[in-house]
């Protein structure tokens, strides 16, 4: 079975600030991994995934991850965080036999201080 | 990219009536397609897997008579939520994939708000 943890159910920084959202990952084949994040009554839009190949991801809006696997991690990262990265933010986990079957973390709400 | 589209995007409805939801692939053909449900200020849980032309797969605690899924095409699948009530109030979001794509990857719908009251 698959899973993902993520710690912290709420992050706050300050504007200009690094951001950082912490993901864990269980998986007993290799994980594709995502990050998705969702603004108020919205759908999911994908920011950034991980399929096996480079371990750092680059995705949208500034945002990227590295996938470590030693610590089993997919954490976001961004260096400078704006009021308009408040949102939810959701890890995810799948894999290759079953890509589009997304296994969806808990979440974490980021909120931005002025 | 691809677009998965559902519709209604918000539907309320009477307590004890049954409302459908649908998700449409709209330029690719998807054998396989999931539903999510979503509670205010939590996460997004796999309700079932919906296989064109078989029966979904429904994860464990979810009731298959209570949500009955439908794909009878490969660019449609539906949701029925049957004799609804106010604790089925929620955000129901479906994904869909491309099989024939080089990399597989999940779309999802924009999701429909369902209030019952």
């Known amino acids: 079975a698959q899973s993902v943890t993520q710690l912290g159910s709420h992050v706050s920084v300050s504007e200009g600030a690094l951001v950082l959202l912490r993901c864990n990952y269980s998986s007993s084949v290799p994980p594709y991994l995502f990050w998705y994040v969702q603004y108020p009554n919205q759908g999911l839009q994908l920011l950034l995934k991980y399929t096996s190949a480079a371990t750092l991801v680059k995705g949208i809006n500034g945002f990227e991850a590295e996938f470590k696997k030693s610590e089993t991690s997919f954490h976001l990262t961004k260096p400078s965080a704006h009021m308009s990265d408040a949102a939810e933010y959701f890890c995810a986990v799948s894999s290759y036999s079953s890509a589009s079957k997304i296994i969806f973390g808990s979440g974490t709400r980021l909120s931005i201080r002025p | 990219g691809a677009v998965v589209s559902q519709h209604p995007s918000w539907v309320i409805c009477k307590s004890g009536t049954s409302v459908k939801i649908e998700c449409r692939s709209l330029?690719?053909?998807?054998?396989?397609m999931f539903w999510y449900r979503q509670f205010p200020k939590q996460s997004l849980m796999l309700m079932a897997t919906s296989n064109e032309g078989s029966k979904a797969t429904y994860e464990q605690g979810v009731e298959k008579d209570k949500f009955l899924i439908n794909h009878a095409s490969l660019t449609l699948s539906t949701l029925t939520v049957t004799s609804a009530h106010p604790e089925d109030s929620s955000f129901y979001i479906c994904?869909?994939?491309?099989?024939?794509?080089?990399?597989?990857?999940?779309?999802f719908g924009q999701g429909t708000r369902l209030t019952v009251v």
């Open positions: 330029d690719f053909q998807a054998t396989t």
């Open positions: 994904s869909a994939s491309n099989p024939q794509a080089i990399v597989t990857e999940a779309f």
